[in-house]
T-cell receptor
């Protein structure tokens, strides 16, 4: 799986859009970009994933650059409950003979939403 | 619909002892993965069970072993505990289907302290 680089921490004012960057310059053509987050004292939670097109769901938007070497997770109207560690993960999506493969987490970005 | 549940919540053990952690997957899921999360680090993949067999393993010694039962629940066993085994142990469940969505559902974890 390709390696990802994320800033260790970021601040954002409540109600503003939080933009979390991720660099994955060695991404392969069949690798997807996934985002998970981990709120303090909880297990990680899936947010969104994409291959090359921009994606949006009820939680966030994912913007992937045309060369796919970087992406940005956007939380459109951040709330205090969005304070968490956000992980960007790059991996092949297809499962390999018997179940989904293990995820490789880095240290992520600690996003702090300021009131 | 109950999500992933883990027991116990907290556990204190002494060096050299053995410990068993338990996980019940989300309803309808058939694959269970275990992760170790040291303080300040992202989760590290230990292994994955599907159809009662270990399908994939991360870089962990044989002291770490597991089991999956016919009802898809799982146990993680750690023998000869070391101080460095102190961590949050996370269980994640998923469904083994060949689809690009890779969504693992994580439990709240078991906090293991080795003294």
């Amino acid at each position: 799986d390709a390696k990802t680089t994320q800033p260790p921490s970021m601040d954002c004012a409540e109600g503003r859009a939080a933009n979390l960057p991720c660099n994955h310059s060695t991404i392969s053509g069949n690798e997807y970009v996934y985002w998970y987050r981990q709120i303090h004292s909880q297990g990680p939670q899936y947010i969104i994933h994409g291959l090359k097109n921009n994606e949006t769901n009820e939680m966030a938007s994912l913007i992937i650059t045309e060369d796919r070497k970087s992406s940005t997770l956007i939380l459109p109207h951040a709330t205090l409950r969005d304070t968490a560690v956000y992980y960007c993960i790059v991996r092949v999506a297809a499962y390999s003979g018997g179940g989904a493969d293990g995820l490789t987490f880095g240290k992520g970005t600690h996003l702090i939403i300021q009131p | 619909d109950a999500g992933v549940t883990q027991s116990p919540t907290h556990l204190i053990k002494t060096r050299g002892q053995q410990v068993t952690l338990r996980c019940s997957p989300k309803s309808g899921h058939d694959t269970v993965s275990w992760y170790q999360q040291a303080l300040g680090q992202g989760p590290q993949f230990i292994f994955q069970y599907y159809e009662e067999e270990e399908r994939q393993r991360g870089n962990f010694p044989d002291r770490f072993s597991g089991h999956q039962f016919p009802n898809y629940s799982s146990e993680l066993n750690v023998n000869a505990l070391l101080l460095g085994d102190s961590a949050l142990y996370l269980c994640a469940s998923s469904l083994a289907i060949p689809a690009p969505l890779y969504e693992q559902y994580f439990g709240p974890g078991t906090r293991l302290t080795v003294t």
